[in-house]
């Protein structure tokens, strides 16, 4: 098996028991009674199978967890240097993913039921109530690190986990634990401390949640320390120290686009919705929709301290979207009453 999924672009995969995580329950009930899940309501629905990948369906024996990297060749945080510019995280500037690991486990699965005709199978790539992150330490591809995310010693931080459900009862790899140590940069470089604990994830304080998936308007205090990131945050797995052994990409689908390299923020500011989703077609930025992503842009303009932003942001003032229009407002506030009259 590990030569064919090699060979279908993945880097490596393991096997588990759909119930060889029983501590998935307890915990994700922690953290949802906690309210560290925020406005992700899809979370806490469903709990039984998120929290029991057996009862998701119970005829699989085994559950094929596969990794597929997608490696940077820029430094991701080197952006944030440049506060005029836009950071958008790093997985999300070449191809949208799903599309991309689905058609491979696909491919595999096809293959695994020509070697077993009977065999079922179901393939899954964050878009079920399936807790990737704890299956893929159970089959060894890697552990949840500190900030949750899952690293390897020869993944390091940047790739993509996909699953395979089977009715094939296959033997389980031995179960990864964690390799971190003492270090803590991945907590310590948090912008907005989101992570009250070691291993533990406050997802309302996070930016990759605040810009991807919190709808409204963004608290003061958080949007403040947001900085130019405009679509997830990549500071936490681009500090991680595993990176320097990590597998680079093959794929070329996952080469970043030049144009979501550090776009410049007052492009971005003018995009109506035309626009947008010509733009990030076949992206999965497309999914939070453009009045989203223009607030996430106005609160990065906000930040910049560039006066000469000015004027891309003071046009979004009359935006047809309430949370736009006020973040156009907060973004000339901080930019100073200066910059507001020389945008009238």
Known sequence: MVTYVQEAGFAKVGICRPDSVPEIADRLATFVDAGMHGQMEWMAERMHWRGNPAALWPEAKSVIMLAEPYTPEHDPLEVLDHPDRAAISVYAQGRDYHDVVKKRLKRVGRWLIEQVPEAQIKVFVDTAPVMEKPLAQAAGLGWQGKHTNVLGRDLGSWFFIGAIFTTVE?????????????????????????????????????????????????????????????????????????????????????????????????????????????????????????????????????????????GAVARLIGDSDPTVAEAARWALDRLGSSAARSSE
């Open 170 to 310: 296959f033997e389980p790899d031995t179960p990864e634990v964690s390799h971190c140590g003492s270090c803590t940069a991945c907590l310590d470089v948090c912008p907005t401390s989101a992570f009250p604990a070691p291993y533990q994830l406050d997802a309302r304080r996070c930016i990759s949640y605040l810009t991807i998936e919190h709808k409204g308007p963004v608290d003061l205090e958080l949007r403040a320390l947001m900085g130019n990131r405009i679509y997830g945050c990549d500071d936490c797995l681009g500090v991680c120290p595993w990176n320097k052994f990590a597998n680079t990409g093959r794929d070329a689908k996952y080469a970043a686009r030049e144009d979501l390299i550090a776009p410049p923020l007052s492009e971005l500011a003018a995009l109506d919705d035309a626009a947008f989703r010509a733009r990030f077609s076949g992206s999965p930025i497309k999914r939070i929709g453009r009045d989203r992503f223009v607030r996430n842009v106005a609160y990065a303009i906000g930040n910049s301290g560039d006066r000469t932003l000015a």
